[in-house]
């Protein structure tokens, strides 16, 4: 009687440990297989942002060409919002791992050239509304969290009004990039969450929709 016990005992513990084993390689298969996902999504929005970097480049100051530099400006800001949303949408439901981390700093090193290149697109074309996003992504502030939950929302609801009158670009202020940590010096951006409208306007309390769009061209 208890041989049969203690067999029993060591076929639930097999299974036991069989089980979490395949459960654990599933989470990792899964987990690299949406950085796979991510990571490609990542390479191909680069190629996107260089493109459109290069019509900037070779338009010159042709202000004919504006409207294409323009377009092609809008198009990506608004892919790379979108692919910005899943990312933070996969976020909020999975504990990160180190690669996920860095598809994340990459993509905000790509957001951070995209505001690099509006800026050197105003200068040349004027008359683009750009909205830029910058966010704590390593806070554990609830306060913090919740204030940017809402700010989110809001600039959605914004985007969705505005359609291709603004570009919007959300970026993670925290991502200890150069470049970025430049621009946020440069604009005498305080602390976040912050909206930088136009690089003129810098909006830290919560706002209507109605009440930032004052701050449009």
Not at 100 to 128: F, P, Q, S
Not at 137 to 149: A, L, R
């Amino acid at each position: 009687m208890m041989e049969s016990k203690k067999h029993v005992f060591w076929q639930a513990l097999f299974l036991t440990g069989f089980f979490f084993l395949i459960g654990l390689v599933f989470g990792v298969y899964l987990e690299q297989m949406r950085s796979d996902t991510f990571s490609t999504s990542f390479y191909q929005s680069e190629v996107s942002l260089y493109d459109s970097l290069a019509l900037s480049k070779l338009s010159g100051s042709n202000l004919s060409s504006c409207g294409e530099i323009k377009d092609a400006s809008i198009g990506f800001a608004d892919r790379i919002y979108e692919e910005a949303r899943g990312l933070e949408r996969f976020d909020e439901k999975s504990k990160l791992t180190e690669s996920l981390k860095t598809v994340h700093r990459k993509y905000d090193l790509l957001r951070t050239l995209l505001w690099m290149n509006i800026i050197e697109v105003k200068e040349k074309c004027g008359e683009i509304n750009s909205v830029v996003y910058l966010y704590a992504y390593n806070t554990e502030d609830i306060n913090v969290k919740s204030e940017q939950v809402v700010w989110s929302r809001l600039l959605g609801d914004l985007k969705e009004e505005e359609g291709e009158n603004i570009i919007l670009i959300p970026i993670a202020a925290d991502s200890n990039l150069a470049s970025l940590d430049y621009l946020i010096k440069k604009f005498q951006v305080e602390r976040y969450p912050a909206v930088v409208i136009n690089e003129k306007h810098i909006l830290y309390d919560l706002e209507s929709v109605s009440d930032i769009k004052k701050y449009l061209k």
